[in-house]
T-cell receptor, first 114, second 114 residues
Framework: KAGVTQTPRYLIKTRGQQVTLSCSPISGHRSVSWYQQTPGQGLQFLFEYFSETQRNKGNFPGRFSGRQFSNSRSEMNVSTLELGDSALYLC?????????????FGPGTRLLVL | DQQVKQNSPSLSVQEGRISILNCDYTNSMFDYFLWYKKYPAEGPTFLISISSIKDKNEDGRFTVFLNKSAKHLSLHIVPSQPGDSAVYFCAASAEQTGANNLFFGTGTRLTVIP
């Protein structure tokens, strides 16, 4: 089975711009979660999508948004980029059931905001 | 506010010896704990998990111990191998905040010396 894929792998943007990142989950997985990893804060949960609906949300400003398509692929959007948004953005997929399941992570998209 | 803490940023161990990685948490609502391993340029890879109803879980060379009263968990790797050299993250979740909302520690870099 193919793993979680994320595109693009690297991205450079300037302050004020917006960016869209993409995540394709493992086939059959219906839940996609997004995390931000920075040197100072570590890995922090952004949000989770399940069956095209946001099921859970972390403590990030509204500039961070996402969506999920009917094929479970997910996109994350950051508007009005700030320098502090420079980070590794990871997505993780799981089956999405009620039981505690393993989340499988993609390789991440490294975003640099200049 | 870091709810999951890994106070040792790095650890060096000789090949064949035991590696012990520690993790503390503050939120008593956490009821599921996981360890992930991360190599450079890759996403975190799931290693082992433990539910709060257990105090030990074993999988091959990896054993996780949970001390709920101390809000402490540890990962033991025996015997350590050079391929175990990576950054190890502990993570926790609570049913109330969502099974896929993982709270991560800041990681411990393990180096296994041949």
């Amino acid at each position: 089975k193919a793993g979680v894929t994320q595109t693009p792998r690297y991205l450079i943007k300037t302050r004020g711009q917006q960016v869209t990142l993409s995540c394709s989950p493992i086939s059959g997985h219906r839940s996609v979660s997004w995390y931000q990893q920075t040197p100072g804060q570590g890995l922090q949960f952004l949000f989770e999508y399940f069956s095209e609906t946001q099921r859970n949300k972390g403590n990030f400003p509204g500039r961070f948004s996402g969506r999920q398509f009917s094929n479970s692929r997910s996109e994350m959007n950051v508007s009005t980029l700030e320098l502090g948004d420079s980070a590794l953005y990871l997505c993780a997929s799981s089956l999405g059931g009620d039981a505690r399941e393993t989340q499988y992570f993609g390789p991440g998209t490294r975003l640099l905001v200049l | 506010d870091q709810q999951v803490k890994q106070n040792s940023p790095s650890l060096s161990v000789q090949e064949g010896r035991i590696s012990i990685l520690n993790c503390d948490y503050t939120n008593s609502m956490f009821d599921y704990f996981l360890w992930y391993k991360k190599y450079p340029a890759e996403g975190p890879t799931f290693l082992i998990s433990i539910s709060s109803i257990k105090d030990k879980n074993e999988d091959g060379r990896f054993t996780v111990f949970l001390n709920k009263s101390a809000k402490h968990l540890s990962l033991h790797i025996v015997p350590s191998q050079p391929g175990d050299s990576a950054v190890y993250f502990c993570a926790a979740s609570a049913e109330q905040t969502g099974a896929n909302n993982l709270f991560f520690g800041t990681g411990t870099r393990l180096t296994v010396i041949p």
